[in-house]
């Protein structure tokens, strides 16, 4: 289906269909852990990778192994991931914040690498989405403001997102969700680009200075694949997509 391929553009990997007989594997970055100094630090990158995000597979693994072996809840398990997540009230109560928390955290934290690439990309304001963004925001620069003050904003632990509505006519809208939720949770809302405000994401280098790693995080970001994530969602062809597509 459309959504399916949208979600595998998105996460760039083949998961999301799956009917999860087997434990998901952690993702190989798109770079090195290096690459995206000196916004980002090789320290910072390694330890978010393989113990952060390497945490949340493990749980979401234990609670999909669990599923499994329930008569009553294995169809939970078949339904994919971003499936699953809109189904978090069918979960059993034990099993719920383990869902919730290690596949919410698994889903962005894949989203979160593809977001972004060495150097980063501009978005040139003819894309699809450089015109949408102007369109809902006035500039480029006003939504930039935007969403780095409700990234700065956000009390505690959680993400700052770009998302559209493709029920809404593909409305753009910046929102921020707590500890690991996705606006994906939530049928109608498709994440386009998610900053991770955590203070594991920053801490090592900026210590409390979120300020300085969202307003570093900006030179990172690869528009070329978020504007690629939007066209999908539109449905329009995108060169280089996925060929399980």
Excluded at 23 to 42: F, S
Excluded at 52 to 67: F, I, S
Excluded at 74 to 81: D, F, V
């Amino acid at each position: 289906t459309m959504h399916k391929a949208f979600l595998a553009v998105v996460l760039g990997v083949a998961f999301v269909g799956s009917s999860f007989a087997q434990n998901l594997e952690l993702p190989k970055l798109p770079y090195e852990y290096n690459a995206l100094e000196p916004a980002i630090d090789e320290a910072t990158m390694k330890v978010h990778h393989l113990g952060h995000h390497m945490a949340y597979l493990n749980t979401l693994n234990a609670a999909l192994t669990t599923l499994r072996q329930n008569e009553t809840t294995k169809h939970l398990a078949k339904m994919g991931i971003d499936k699953l997540l809109q189904h978090l009230s069918e979960v059993p109560a034990e099993l719920k914040g383990p869902v919730r928390n290690g596949g919410g955290g698994f889903v962005n934290h894949v989203l979160f690498w593809n977001s972004m690439r060495p150097g980063g990309a501009i978005l040139a304001e003819s894309s699809t989405l450089g015109a949408r963004i102007i369109q809902d925001f006035g500039s480029f620069q006003e939504f930039k403001d935007h969403f780095s003050a409700q990234a700065l904003r956000l009390f505690g632990a959680g993400w700052a997102w770009l998302i559209t509505h493709p029920a809404d006519g593909f409305r753009l809208e910046v929102v921020t969700t707590p500890n690991q939720d996705t606006p994906a949770m939530e049928e109608g809302k498709v994440p386009l680009l998610g900053l991770d405000v955590w203070e594991h994401a920053y801490y090592l280098k900026y210590m409390n200075k979120r300020v300085d790693y969202v307003a570093a995080w900006w030179s990172v970001v690869d528009w070329e694949a978020v504007d690629a994530r939007y066209r999908v969602a539109k449905g329009e062809p995108v060169a280089g997509a996925k060929a399980e597509l």
